[in-house]
């Protein structure tokens, strides 16, 4: 299995934290937000391959963090050509990008460079692997209001789901699609398709939504912390409770 971060976006809702940095190289709890999901995603044992891609702005940032790093061996960079928020690919065609440019066949996760997250990502993958279509993480977030900012599912009685909408007006749950995806070999070709047929390339909720209509998309729901890292406010909220946690030794080193 292939795992790839997408870390390719601009962020500009959390400038200037991120006019010269990444988000995902932001730290969080004195630890990179980066570092945070190699925790979750090094535990899990049959990965073959992890991609970051990131941007043409950002790629030295990455380079630089990666020499240092202990997994340096481990990771391969790509950089998808881009310089700004304005001429960006999105986080599907960065997706499609990296599965051309590294001739992937095989099945994919996908996380998202910005998630922070506290379930283990084995238990998404064996949810996953019994199942017969594509799958997504899924996370109560316990408020209809705070629901409108993100992709809001419903899934029935066996976990597919059977509505999705991305940053509906009119939410109808408050179960929402948190970044983190996966792909069995046979559902990848849908990518392609997507790509080619659609222009709304920067959600992924979008594509999901989309590949939900025309196949089978199963949510493994989660009950663990996660964190939106939006903007100012909620970086800071979420670098307060994970220097917490850290005090009182809730989150692994």
């Given at each position: 299995?292939?795992?790839?971060?997408?870390?390719?976006?601009?962020?500009?809702?959390?400038?200037?934290?991120?006019?010269?940095?990444s988000k995902s190289l932001?730290?969080?709890?004195?630890?990179?937000?980066?570092?945070?999901?190699?925790?979750?995603?090094?535990?899990?044992?049959?990965?073959?391959?992890?991609?970051?891609?990131?941007?043409?702005?950002?790629?030295?940032?990455?380079?630089?963090?990666?020499?240092?790093?202990?997994?340096?061996?481990?990771?391969?960079?790509?950089?998808?050509?881009?310089?700004?928020?304005?001429?960006?690919?999105?986080?599907?065609?960065?997706?499609?990008?990296?599965?051309?440019?590294?001739?992937?066949?095989?099945?994919?996760?996908?996380?998202?460079?910005?998630?922070?997250?506290?379930?283990?990502?084995?238990?998404?993958?064996?949810?996953?692997?019994?199942?017969?279509?594509?799958?997504?993480?899924?996370?109560?977030?316990?408020?209809?209001?705070?629901?409108?900012?993100?992709?809001?599912?419903?899934?029935?009685?066996?976990?597919?789901?059977?509505?999705?909408?991305?940053?509906?007006?009119d939410p109808k749950s408050?179960?929402?699609?948190?970044?983190?995806?996966?792909?069995?070999?046979?559902?990848?070709?849908?990518?392609?398709?997507?790509?080619?047929?659609?222009?709304?390339?920067?959600?992924?909720?979008?594509?999901?939504?989309?590949?939900?209509?025309?196949?089978?998309?199963?949510?493994?729901?989660?009950?663990?912390?996660?964190?939106?890292?939006?903007?100012?406010?909620?970086?800071?909220?979420?670098?307060?409770?994970?220097?917490?946690?850290?005090?009182?030794?809730?989150?692994?080193?």
């Amino acid at each position: 299995m292939t795992l790839i971060i997408l870390a390719a976006g601009y962020a500009v809702r959390l400038q200037p934290l991120t006019l010269n940095t990444s988000k995902s190289l932001l730290s969080v709890g004195n630890k990179k937000i980066i570092d945070r999901i190699l925790e979750k995603v090094f535990r899990i044992k049959d990965i073959s391959a992890i991609y970051i891609i990131t941007n043409s702005k950002f790629f030295k940032n990455f380079s630089d963090w990666l020499k240092a790093s202990k997994h340096e061996n481990k990771i391969s960079l790509i950089c998808d050509g881009t310089t700004t928020n304005e001429n960006r690919l999105g986080a599907i065609k960065d997706l499609e990008f990296v599965i051309k440019e590294e001739f992937i066949t095989g099945d994919i996760m996908v996380v998202a460079g910005d998630n922070l997250f506290e379930f283990d990502l084995n238990s998404f993958l064996a949810f996953a692997r019994k199942k017969d279509g594509v799958s997504i993480a899924v996370h109560d977030i316990g408020s209809l209001e705070l629901a409108k900012n993100y992709g809001v599912v419903k899934t029935d009685a066996d976990q597919r789901v059977v509505d999705f909408e991305e940053k509906p007006q009119d939410p109808k749950s408050t179960l929402i699609s948190t970044g983190i995806y996966y792909f069995p070999k046979n559902k990848v070709a849908f990518i392609n398709e997507y790509v080619k047929m659609q222009d709304k390339l920067d959600a992924p909720g979008n594509y999901i939504g989309w590949i939900a209509k025309r196949d089978k998309v199963y949510g493994f729901a989660f009950s663990e912390d996660w964190y939106d890292i939006g903007g100012i406010e909620s970086y800071r909220k979420a670098d307060e409770a994970y220097q917490k946690k850290a005090d009182v030794g809730e989150i692994g080193t």
